[in-house]
């Protein structure tokens, strides 16, 4: 092998410090992908992952979806998926964890301890009247915590759902610098891209909330199930800041086109159908915005009419003023969530901010199999990303 080959190989497994074995029976073979060029001082760097691991309340109910377990049913007990779960977290030696749909119960009983004989911090909350939440941990020594936010999404009126968003603003202990990290797991409801625009623009205040008061800008993640397709109008308004609503169907706004019939069953509910939508207040209201609203850095939500002059009709733009990047720009293709029946790509790492810049990432497979299985513990793939700190 040449030298300059070498060199480039020994380049590539430096960056990425905490590098899976490639071998690994737990990694199933997922490569970890360079992105930037390395440096010799890894002060600035850590990781940061997040995973969708399954309650298990959900898994029994929806058996029907893993239909590749049918003679391996075993397969799919939380013992039994714990297991995999829980080596797979000690493989990927995360400095940041997020992970959603941990169930209550497993969480006291088995999550919490387990990250706690890690030496992680954790931050748990669970959703209203449902029986998973989501969990924040960071490494002793690596971060320090320096405020939580929580947000519990239930309007009865507007967005009748138990979901919640979990933020979390750390320190980075070697470098000082800050990092504000957010995590949430979408409605599933596929005809209520509205609930979902709702939810995300919750999410979207509270950051704006935190930075406003922060003396130094903290970077930005935010991770989670978004239940949404790359290409959607949900993930595009987190992108591009910007979100026309004018004639947009509920159910179009996160692009889950696939049959969802059996699916939604999930939640033990049956849909209500939701037709187009006009931009009109019934809509707006559902998400709690008003026409030509928008959130800016100065004020959580700043409602207004265009002038007298303009169109008798206000503007049905909506925007945010929130910097994101894909963590996983050009593997929009690769499939997330894999069951007997559909293959999706929904999970996200998002981040923004001067200070903070890619090293590397852990691909997703390029030929997905049924999840979960002899390997896998979950019906969704792990996200990690090495991140670093400008200097």
């Not at 480039?8 to 029976?25: D, G, N, T």
């Not at 939440?133 to 138990?162: N, Q, R, Y």
């Not at 207004?304 to 008798?312: F, I």
């Not at 997703?364 to 513990?377: A, D, Q, R, Y």
Request: glycine fraction near 4%; charged fraction near 25%.
């Amino acid at each position: 092998m040449a030298s300059s080959s070498k060199s480039k190989l020994r380049s590539a497994y430096a960056v990425c410090r905490h590098s899976l074995r490639m071998s690994s029976s737990i990694s199933g073979g997922r490569r970890w992908n360079q992105l930037a060029e390395e440096t010799a001082d890894d002060s600035s760097k850590f990781r940061l992952s997040s995973w969708n691991i399954l309650a298990q309340d959900y898994a029994d109910r929806c058996s029907h979806l893993y239909g590749h377990l049918a003679s391996k049913k075993q397969l799919l007990n939380w013992p039994v998926r714990w297991t995999k779960i829980s080596d797979e977290i000690k493989e990927l030696d995360s400095d940041v964890l997020c992970l959603q749909e941990v169930q209550s119960s497993c969480y006291e009983s088995e999550v919490r301890p387990f990250l706690e004989r890690l030496r992680y911090k954790c931050r748990y909350l669970q959703k209203r009247n449902l029986p998973d939440g989501s969990l924040i941990a960071f490494k002793e020594g690596i971060f320090k915590k320096v405020l939580t936010k929580e947000i519990h999404m239930w309007h009865p009126d507007k967005c009748p759902t138990g979901q919640i968003g979990l933020l979390v603003l750390l320190e980075h202990v070697k470098s000082g610098k800050m990092i504000l990290v957010s995590t949430t797991h979408l409605v599933f409801n596929p005809y209520r891209g509205d609930w979902k625009l709702k939810q995300i623009m919750e999410i979207l205040a509270e950051i704006h909330e935190i930075l406003r008061n922060s003396r130094q800008k903290p970077a930005v993640v935010l991770c989670g199930d978004l239940n949404s397709q790359p290409h959607s109008s949900l993930v595009q308004f987190l992108l591009n800041k910007k979100f026309d609503l004018s004639g947009i169907r509920a159910r179009d706004i996160a692009q889950q086109d696939y049959d969802f019939s059996r699916q939604y069953n999930y939640y033990g509910r049956r849909h209500s159908h939701v037709g187009r939508v006009e931009v009109d207040n019934e809509f707006l209201q559902s998400t709690g915005l008003d026409k030509n609203s928008t959130i800016d850095p100065e004020v959580k939500t700043t409602k207004s009419r265009l002038p007298e002059s303009s169109d008798p009709e206000p503007s049905s733009i909506i925007s945010h003023q929130v910097d994101l990047n894909n963590a996983y720009k050009g593997a929009e293709g690769d499939k997330t969530a894999v069951t007997s029946d559909e293959a999706v790509h929904v999970d996200y790492i998002l981040y923004g901010g001067e200070e903070l810049s890619v090293i590397c990432r852990r691909e997703l497979p390029s030929m997905p199999t049924p999840i979960p299985n002899e390997v896998v513990g979950s019906d969704h793939y792990s996200l990690s990303v090495e991140f670093k700190f400008k200097s």
